[in-house]
């Protein structure tokens, strides 16, 4: 388990900029899931409508460094899981380069 | 501002707009300035800061400025005076002042 | 080669899937177009593709998988009918506004209530606003050549729009026909390996999808998107062009039979235009001088096109196997007037609701109106909104 000292050297994936309330405690945690991720891995994130969709990705501006997908709000498991099933796709076609984590 | 994919303005026609309102610029929202939210601001005494991340911790604005483990400042162009980085401060390392 | 097969619609429809290869699909089994899934989940069981199947939970989430799935910049195709449609609903919308090409296979089917598992078109009539591009087929045949083109048109770059392939619940899904295939080869050189997404999820650099856009913006993504279903007009009449020149086979905006001197004329969606031709032909004998146009592309609707086709007759009645409730005529109806208007003035032009929830149709009253329109042209006496086929 690295330490914050550590921790405070992985990448930043998600920016200010956001309009998320002041103090508002989702930004923070959106910040900690995606310190899960290393370095060199890509994520997908898929966003139910919510506070934090609507207010992280405005157009034209998002908070998002990973690729962000937002479709509706009951369904975001749903729209991953075809996320998923295209990435295993296209690496099984071998038209695909690259890892990712969803 | 950092060089972006895509330029859009509110004048930005439909000729020249996204299709489906993608946003080709991953993490372009630090051009969009929040500072000005605020009605008071955290001020950092270096002397009294035992760098201990805690405030980078609750940041939710990714304001506070970490670099080799050290707390270098803060992003007073994003920072949105919550707070919440005064509040758990243990070491009196931050006040919180009304912007003049 | 082409090889002649004996296949039900599904089975058509399934086939080509297969040849198509896509890399995503995600689907929920409705009658009638539950063997499309079925079989090809076979396909994918025995490894003959390499595609990724989802088997979902509803509808709802078939469309959302799909829509992420094609985000991905995935090649992705389902199939549903009629209130597995309506689950759809939300998700058809924001799959093509997001300007995602998907194929979706649509066996008509009447929307409950009551419940029905019969051929009509009130799920797709439904869906004519959702900006997905719709392409309805007769036959078997026609099925599977609109799949095949469905691929290339929604993923042309000037248009980047979801398509769906309309054909007939049980008369076209169901009923054995003799058609010609492609080869497996001939597919694949035809739509390509790979679809060739201008931006995606993955593969490329990281992208934002699917924002709060508010009236700054929002209005700008629409037109462009209008502007998208626009320019299908000339890439399905490519795509078309180059299908005829693989197969020999014709396909336009809409297929005109007997129309050159035609002064009734029927305008009609899928396998009734199989009965009405044949009631063409047999008034035709007898010397009457009657046509037929059976809409292949109803969005974008070929409004400039039918116009044209229509400026020579006298009377024209519009068939609708949906009912608009909008107590003005059923939504074909309401576009071939509409397309008409200032282009080819001072016609007859009558509407009849037919064969809902699977009635039949038949010759008999094909030929009632044809009659119908005679009449109007000598007496000047007709009435506009016609129910055809239901107990009086």
Redesign the interface.
């Known amino acids: 388990m690295p330490n914050?000292?550590?921790l405070?050297?992985k990448k930043?994936r998600?920016?200010?900029?956001?309009?998320?309330?002041?103090?508002?405690?989702?930004?923070?945690v959106v910040?900690?899931i995606l310190k899960a991720l290393d370095d060199d891995e890509r994520a997908v994130i898929s966003n139910a409508t919510g506070c934090l969709e609507v207010s992280?990705?405005l157009?034209?501006?998002?908070?998002?460094?990973?690729?962000?997908v937002h479709t509706a709000f009951e369904n975001a498991a749903a729209t991953c899981s075809g996320t998923e099933a295209a990435f295993k796709a296209l690496k099984k076609k071998d038209l695909l380069m690259e890892s990712i984590s969803s | 501002m950092n060089n972006r994919?895509?330029n859009?303005t509110?004048n930005?026609?439909?000729?020249e707009?996204?299709?489906?309102?993608?946003?080709?610029?991953?993490?372009?929202?630090?051009?969009?300035?929040?500072g000005d939210?605020r009605a008071m601001r955290p001020v950092w005494h270096e002397d009294k800061c035992k760098h201990?991340?805690?405030c980078?911790?609750?940041?939710?604005?990714?304001?506070i400025l970490?670099e080799?483990?050290k707390i270098k400042g803060f992003?007073y162009?994003?920072?949105?005076?919550?707070?919440?980085c005064t509040k758990q401060c243990k070491f009196g390392a931050l006040d919180f002042v009304p912007e003049e | 080669m082409a090889k002649r097969v004996s296949l039900s619609g599904n089975e058509a429809v399934a086939f080509g899937m297969k040849q198509i290869n896509p890399d995503v699909v995600a689907a929920f089994p409705i009658t009638p177009s539950t063997e499309v899934p079925q079989y090809f989940s076979q396909f994918v069981a025995n490894g003959e593709v390499d595609t990724e199947f989802v088997a979902v939970e509803s509808e709802h989430s078939a469309m959302s998988a799909c829509i992420g799935a094609a985000a991905a910049g995935g090649r992705v195709m389902t199939a549903t009918a009629s209130a597995g449609l309506a689950l759809m609903w939300e998700m058809l919308y924001v799959g093509a506004?997001?300007?995602?090409p998907m194929v979706l296979a649509v066996t008509n089917r009447a929307l409950s209530g009551p419940i029905n598992i019969h051929n009509d078109h009130s799920d797709t009539m439904g869906a004519r606003d959702s900006g997905w591009i719709q392409l309805y087929g007769e036959s078997a045949q026609e099925a599977y050549d609109n799949l095949i083109q469905a691929i290339r048109i929604g993923e042309h770059k000037d248009v980047?729009l979801p398509v769906m392939v309309c054909y007939d619940g049980f008369i076209t899904s169901h009923a054995v026909e003799n058609l010609e295939m492609l080869d497996d080869e001939e597919v694949k050189k035809f739509v390509g390996v790979k679809r060739e997404a201008?931006?995606a999820l993955i593969g490329q650099?990281?992208?934002?999808?699917?924002?709060l856009?508010l009236p700054?913006?929002?209005?700008?993504?629409k037109?462009?998107?209008a502007?998208?279903m626009k320019n299908a007009k000339k890439v399905i009449l490519e795509i078309a062009a180059e299908y005829e020149k693989l197969t020999g086979r014709k396909y336009g905006f809409f297929e005109e039979y007997k129309m050159e001197d035609a002064e009734a004329a029927i305008v009609v969606i899928n396998s009734t235009a199989g009965t009405a031709k044949f009631v063409v032909d047999n008034l035709r004998a007898q010397g009457k001088k009657v046509g037929l146009i059976k809409i292949r592309v109803f969005r974008p609707f070929p409004a400039e096109e039918l116009a044209e086709a229509l400026k020579n007759v006298k009377a024209v009645a519009v068939m609708d196997k949906a009912d608009s409730f909008s107590a003005a005529g059923g939504p074909l109806f309401a576009e071939v007037r509409s397309a008409m208007y200032g282009r080819a003035d001072g016609k007859i032009v009558t509407n009849y609701i037919y064969g809902l929830g699977g009635r039949d149709v038949t010759t008999t009253q094909i030929e009632k109106v044809y009659a119908d329109l005679f009449n109007a042209i000598e007496t000047g006496k007709y009435e506009v909104y016609n129910y055809l086929g239901v107990r009086e």
């Open positions: 914050l000292k550590e405070s050297k930043v998600f920016t200010g900029g956001h309009r998320m309330c002041a103090g508002c405690g989702a930004p923070m910040n900690w992280t990705c157009y034209p501006y998002t908070s998002w460094k990973d690729s962000w | 994919k895509m859009i509110p930005t026609t439909w000729k707009t996204t299709p489906g309102g993608v946003i080709l610029d991953a993490g372009n929202a630090e051009d969009f300035k929040t939210w201990c991340l805690l980078w911790v609750v940041c939710p604005d990714n304001s970490v080799d483990g992003d162009d994003h920072c949105k005076g919550c707070g919440v | 506004s997001m300007r995602l980047q201008p931006f650099d990281p992208v934002s999808m699917g924002p856009d700054n913006h929002y209005f700008e993504h037109r462009l998107q502007e998208a």
